[in-house]
């Protein structure tokens, strides 16, 4: 969506042989992004405490995923080529929607709306062609473009596109019902053999119901997990605490007691006594925004080691106490800082004096 906003601002500038659209449009990018920095540059910013580049591993390339690309790999062909065909019917019937749009257009001769024609078939052309292999380096170029992931998602462009010429054909009153008509079997035909040839697993939700009620959580996302992790290592049913070393020299098991007093998403607070200094393992990633503490001090957790990059706290003999929170690191409050400002700005431009 950013692209393509940016592209209309571009196409309305040397339209009107004006820069006035750049500078307008590019204010409100800047603007929106402002808005939106309280989740857009923590996001930026702590990808570097994960495996984001797991989110471009085999199978989700955009170069293994243009319209009707095989790889070796049978049903991720299959898929594809499922989608890819949706993405032909949607350009075909856009394409039909947008001549039709046109003769009502040419009808009504209002100026602003055949620019506004010109611009959704720009917008569309351009995402159907980004669906294509040969546009491989601009996926290459394009900052981020690559973490769309899969061409066709341009799809969700074109079918934009398509919604606005599809009214301005269905206002031709001669062909309405006949759009309407052809409109309803295609999205209904689609919609019927999309739900008859995909792939539907009816236990998943029980399977994610059943690993929450039980204690046991669930798998999770390559791209999230923090760095030097692999989910795929990490240890079935693990318990939420477990000593790891506690014995004396002579090899007597250390009496610990361990208590978890609390156990919530962003809080958690384990009480421990014992005999000699351990080691607990806690059933946590090793994220840097959680901040640990025994008895009120801070202490830097350790990692478990080989590719799990699991919690692990260090603990002394006697009575401690474990608080574990999920602090507001700098990043989240420079973002919330900077929509503040933001909203600052859009309310002095609203109420600013002799504004247009």
Not at 8 to 19: C, I, K, N, Y
Not at 322 to 351: F, H, M, Q
Request: hydrophobic share 50%; charged share 15%.
């Amino acid at each position: 969506m950013s692209y393509t906003v940016a592209l209309l601002f571009v196409w309305a500038a040397w339209q009107g042989r004006s820069w006035k659209p750049l500078f307008a449009g590019g204010s409100g990018i800047v603007l929106g992004l402002g808005l939106a920095a309280f989740y857009i540059i923590p996001a930026a910013y702590e990808q570097r405490w994960v495996n984001i580049a797991q989110a471009l591993s085999s199978g989700l390339l955009p170069t293994q995923n243009f319209l009707y690309t095989d790889i070796n790999d049978p049903e991720h062909n299959v898929f594809n080529w499922v989608a890819s065909t949706a993405a032909i019917v949607l350009i075909v019937v856009t394409g039909l929607a947008s001549l039709a749009a046109r003769r009502k257009l040419l009808e009504d001769s209002r100026c602003e709306k055949i620019r506004l024609w010109r611009a959704l078939l720009l917008v569309s052309a351009t995402a159907t062609v980004l669906m294509l292999r040969f546009t491989w380096p601009l996926w290459h170029v394009l900052p981020k473009l690559r973490f769309v992931q899969f061409p066709w998602r341009w799809m969700s462009i074109v079918a934009l596109a398509f919604s606005v010429f599809l009214a301005c054909a269905v206002a031709r009153k001669r062909f309405a019902v006949a759009w309407v008509v052809v409109i309803c079997v295609v999205l209904a035909g689609s919609g019927v053999t999309l739900a008859a040839i995909a792939w539907w697993d009816t236990e998943d939700i029980p399977t994610l119901q059943a690993g929450i009620a039980q204690d046991e959580g669930f798998d999770g996302t390559d791209e999230y997990d923090p760095l030097g992790d692999d989910h795929y290592s990490l240890p079935a049913k693990a318990p939420r605490v477990e000593v790891i070393h506690g014995v004396h020299e002579h090899g007597a098991v250390a009496e610990t007691r361990v208590a978890i007093v609390r156990w919530k998403g962003d809080e958690k607070e384990i009480h421990v006594h014992a005999r000699v200094p351990l080691r607990l393992a806690v059933r946590l990633l090793n994220y840097p925004a959680w901040l640990v503490t025994v008895n009120g001090m801070p202490v830097q957790a350790e990692r478990s080691g080989g590719e799990i990059n699991q919690m692990i706290v260090p603990v002394g003999p006697g009575d401690s106490i474990i608080a574990i929170k999920l602090g507001r690191t700098l990043d989240r409050t420079i973002g919330g800082e900077v929509s503040l400002l933001s909203l600052l700005g859009v309310l002095l431009l609203w109420y600013w004096p002799g504004r247009k």
